[in-house]
């Protein structure tokens, strides 16, 4: 596999069916609970921590699915589901450096809110930085901070977001 800089909404469906890291590897989940349209930027030794790097961004349609459920005339994205964007997006990391495996969720010590995002935003930004990789035994588990930003206004803070990649 080539590592691109970026992917496209296409190649994060691919991801979600099995195409872009190979038989039984890190996947995306399909639509709709795939939290972002595209990665706009990935890179392997920089971010905060110079372990890798990746953003990533969400059209804010007024028709997202959530907006009907949460809440009847209140509508407004879940925060768990910007918690999963970026759990979603340390397993891409993982399994775009080639890390073989099933990726899971596996915690985050911290996640602040200070902002929501509602249909009067235009994008959700979702931007992680790697600090740490542990490889032990056939199991690679990816530790990351996370931030999510409402158009420029950061609005969620996850520290310590873990993802592990199981073969």
């Known amino acids: 596999m080539i590592k691109k800089k970026n992917y496209n909404y296409q190649e994060l469906i691919d991801c979600g069916k099995g195409k872009l890291f190979g038989k039984g590897n890190a996947k995306l989940p399909l639509p709709p609970l795939l939290m972002f349209d595209r990665i706009t930027e990935i890179t392997e030794n920089e971010g905060n921590f110079k372990k890798g790097f990746v953003k990533a961004e969400l059209d804010i349609k007024k028709d ?39 990726g899971r969720a596996l915690g985050v010590n911290s996640v602040k809110f200070s902002g929501e995002v509602l249909k009067k935003v235009n994008k959700a930004i979702y931007e992680i930085n790697i600090k ?29 977001l873990k993802v592990g990649l199981f073969k």
Request: hydrophobic share 45%.
């Open 64 to 102: 997202l699915w959530f907006f009907d459920c949460h809440f009847m005339e209140d509508p407004v994205m879940p925060g768990c589901l910007g918690l999963d964007a970026m759990w979603q997006l340390v397993g891409f990391f993982l399994g775009w450096l080639g890390e073989p495996g099933k």
């Open 132 to 160: 740490r990789i542990i490889k032990k035994e056939g199991t690679v588990v990816g530790l990351a901070n996370g931030n999510l930003f409402a158009d420029d206004s950061k609005i969620y803070e996850a520290e310590n």
